[in-house]
C-alpha cells in the first residue's frame, strides 16, 4: 500500500524536476554546442566560440562591467536610504506605520512597465538616461523597498537593553551605530546588500527603458542577441547572467525558509 | 511581536519621533521623485488631450476592438496559467510537507524560476519547446508517438506553459505557507476517527486551505498579467497588455495612448493586491493561533 502510494509521488517529482531543469539545460548545449541544426539530441562539436564570439561581436566584457557597476552603485544608494528609514520604522514610534510601508512597498505591488515609462521620460529629461547613476537609480525603485522589508524586521529584533547599555557606558551615537548596532544587525545588512545587488543585476524593463549605447547591462545584451537572432550568443551571455542568482539562491537558502521570500523576488 | 520596551524608540517623546520622520525623509524623498512622480505624471499624460483633459484614450483602448483583443489574450492567458499553476502547485506542496531524500534540491528547483532574469528562462523554454527541440525530439525521433512536430512556441498554449514554469512557486510558496499554517493535529483527529486520507484531506485540510489557495492565485495572477519577459521573447504575434504598452510607446511613439494602457493595468495590480493582503491577513491570523 505504502509503495503502491509512492508511486505517483516519484512520477510528479520526476516530472517536476525535468520541467524545471530541462530550459537550463537547452541554454548549456547551446551555449557550449555547435552544429546543432534539426531532429538532433546534442549539438555536434563542443565549443567555447560563442563565448569568443560575445567577447568579440558584443564586447561583453564592457558590458560585464557595466552591470557590476550599476549593481554596485544601486546596492550602495539602496542602502543608504533604506537604512535611515527602517530604522526610523522599527526604533521610533511613528503614527501611521502601516501607511508609511504601503507607501515604501508599492514600486513592489504594480509592475514595472506601469511605471517605467514615466521613469523613463524623467530621466530622458533630466539627462540621467545612458548614464551609470541614472539606471543605477532606476533599479532603486525595486531595491531599497525590499531592503527596508528585510532591515526593519533585523532592526525590531535588536535587543534594546545592548543599546541601552552601549549609551550608559558613553557611546555616543556614532559609536554606537558603528560598534553595537552595525554587528548585531550585520546579518539582515548583508540579506538587504544582496537582495539589492541581485534585484539590479538582473533587471530589464526598467533597464530597457532608460540604456543607452554605453550603458547596455547584461539582461538587455541579451535580450538584443535573441532579436539578432544569435541564439548562441545570447544563450552564452545568460549563462554569465546566471552565475549570481544561483550563488545567491544557494547561500539563500542557508539562512531563511523559502515561504518567506515572497517579497524580495520578483518577475517580470 | 514586540513588547513595547524591546521596541524602545530611540529618544524619547517628540524629539524621538521628530528624529524618526529625519531618518525617514531620504527615502521618501526619493521615492515620491524617482516613483511617484513619474506615475502621477503617466496618469497626466494618458489624459492629455489636443484641447485640455480627455479620456480618448481611454475609450480608445477599452472600447476598441483592437484593445479589448489585448484585454482577452492577457486574461485568458492569466486565468489559464494560473488555474494550472495551482493545479500543480497543491500535490507538490503537499509532497513537500513530509521529509524526503532531496527535499532541499526540490526547493531549490521551486525557487529557481523567480530568482533568475525571466528573460533567460523564456530563452531555455523556446529553445526546449522548438520544433526541433527535445520535447518534439522525444515525441518524434525518439518515440514516435506523433508524426510532425507540435507547434508550441509563439503559441497561446505555449505562452501558459511558459507562464506556468516562470510563475507557479508565487503559488506554490504561498500554499506550502499555508499547509504550514493548518495544525497536523486537526488532520490527525479527523484521521482517529476513522476518515480515509482523502475524506480527511476533503473535509478538513481543503476547507482550511482556501484562503491560501485563493491568495496563491491571486500572486500567480498578478504574475501573469504583469508579466512583459516570457511574451516578449516568446509570444510571437501574440502582444499582452505590458508588451503592447511597450510597443506602442516605443514603436508606435503613442506615449499618451501606452500611458493609459498602463493605468489600466497599474489600477487592477492595485485591486488585486488589496485582495491579497486581505486573505494574506486572514492566514497570518490563524497562523498565530
Given amino acids: ?90 526604533r521610533h514610534r511613528l503614527p501611521v506605520k502601516s501607511l508609511l510601508m504601503g507607501a515604501i512597498l508599492f514600486p513592489r505591488m504594480i509592475p514595472e512597465i506601469t511605471f517605467a515609462l514615466g521613469v523613463a521620460k524623467m530621466f530622458y529629461a533630466l539627462g540621467l538616461a545612458n548614464t551609470y547613476v541614472g539606471i543605477a537609480l532606476s533599479h532603486v525603485i525595486l531595491a531599497a523597498p525590499f531592503a527596508v522589508l528585510v532591515l526593519t ?7 534594546s537593553r545592548l543599546l541601552e ?54 539582461p538587455v545584451q541579451t535580450y538584443l542577441s535573441i532579436g539578432n537572432g544569435y541564439t548562441s550568443v545570447a544563450s552564452a551571455i545568460s549563462v554569465i547572467l546566471l552565475i549570481p542568482s544561483v550563488l545567491f539562491l544557494l547561500g539563500l537558502m542557508r539562512m531563511v525558509r523559502p515561504e518567506n521570500l515572497l517579497g524580495g523576488l520578483k518577475g517580470a | 511581536m514586540a513588547e513595547a520596551s524591546a521596541a524602545a524608540p530611540a529618544g524619547p517623546g517628540r524629539r524621538g519621533r521628530m528624529a524618526g520622520w ?39 483602448f477599452l472600447a476598441s476592438s483592437a484593445g479589448l483583443r489585448v484585454l482577452e489574450l492577457t486574461l485568458v492567458l492569466s486565468v489559464a496559467a494560473t488555474v494550472l499553476s495551482v493545479a500543480l502547485s497543491l500535490p507538490l506542496a503537499l509532497l513537500l510537507r513530509r521529509r524526503f531524500a532531496g527535499k532541499g534540491a526540490i526547493q531549490f528547483l521551486m525557487m529557481l524560476p523567480i530568482t533568475i532574469p525571466s528573460l533567460v528562462g523564456a530563452l531555455g523554454l523556446v529553445i526546449l519547446y522548438d520544433r526541433t527541440g527535445w520535447l518534439n525530439y522525444a515525441l518524434v525521433a525518439a518515440l514516435h508517438i506523433l508524426r510532425h512536430p507540435l507547434a508550441i512556441d509563439y503559441t497561446v498554449p505555449g505562452i501558459v506553459l511558459f507562464y506556468i514554469w516562470m510563475f507557479f512557486p508565487y503559488g506554490g510558496l504561498v500554499i506550502m505557507s499555508g499547509l504550514g499554517a493548518i495544525d497536523p493535529a486537526i488532520e490527525e483527529a479527523g484521521r482517529v476517527a476513522g476518515g480515509s486520507p482523502f475524506y480527511v484531506f476533503r473535509t478538513v485540510v481543503l476547507p482550511l486551505l482556501k484562503p491560501s489557495l485563493w491568495a496563491g492565485s491571486i500572486m500567480v495572477f498578478l504574475q501573469c498579467f504583469g508579466a512583459f ?34 493605468v489600466v493595468m497599474g489600477m487592477v495590480q492595485v485591486v488585486l493586491v488589496i485582495a491579497y493582503r486581505r486573505l494574506d491577513a486572514g492566514t497570518a491570523a490563524r497562523r498565530a493561533r
Avoid at chain 1, 14 to 27: C, D, E, H, R, Y
Avoid at chain 1, 45 to 54: G, H, I, Q, S, Y
Avoid at chain 1, 185 to 192: D, E, F, Q, R, S
Avoid at chain 2, 239 to 252: D, E, G, N, R, S
Wanted: a neutral charge; glycine letters at 8%; charged letters at 10%.
Fill in chain 1, 165 to 218: 547599555a552601549g549609551a550608559v557606558l558613553g557611546c555616543r551615537p556614532a559609536q554606537l551605530f558603528l560598534r553595537v548596532i552595525l554587528p548585531l544587525a550585520l546579518p539582515g545588512i548583508v540579506a538587504a546588500a544582496l537582495f539589492s545587488f541581485l534585484a539590479s543585476y538582473n533587471d530589464f524593463v526598467l533597464t530597457l527603458m532608460v540604456y543607452g549605447p554605453d550603458t547596455v547591462t547584461l
Fill in chain 1, 1 to 90: 500500500m505504502r509503495t503502491l502510494a509512492r508511486l505517483p509521488a516519484a512520477i510528479l517529482l520526476t516530472g517536476f524536476v525535468l520541467f524545471i531543469t530541462l530550459p537550463f539545460v537547452m541554454i548549456l548545449l547551446e551555449a557550449f554546442g555547435a552544429d546543432w541544426f534539426g531532429m538532433q539530441l546534442l549539438p555536434g562539436v563542443w565549443t567555447l566560440k560563442w563565448f569568443r564570439w560575445a567577447a568579440q561581436t558584443v564586447d561583453i566584457g564592457t558590458v560585464l562591467l557595466n552591470t557590476g557597476i550599476i549593481a554596485l552603485l544601486a546596492t550602495a544608494f539602496s542602502l543608504l536610504l533604506s537604512i535611515p528609514a527602517a530604522w526610523a520604522i522599527a
Fill in chain 2, 22 to 60: 529625519l531618518l525617514l525623509l531620504p527615502l521618501m524623498v526619493f521615492l515620491a521623485a524617482a516613483f511617484y512622480y513619474p506615475i502621477g505624471y503617466t496618469l497626466a499624460d494618458s489624459m492629455r488631450g489636443a484641447h485640455g483633459i480627455t479620456l480618448a484614450h481611454y475609450t480608445a
Fill in chain 1, 153 to 159: 524586521s533585523t532592526f525590531e529584533g535588536l535587543d
Fill in chain 2, 229 to 262: 519577459s516570457v511574451p516578449l521573447i516568446a509570444g510571437g504575434n501574440h502582444q499582452p497588455l505590458a508588451v503592447k504598452i511597450y510597443t506602442v510607446a516605443t514603436v508606435f511613439l503613442d506615449w499618451p495612448q501606452a500611458s493609459a494602457m498602463a
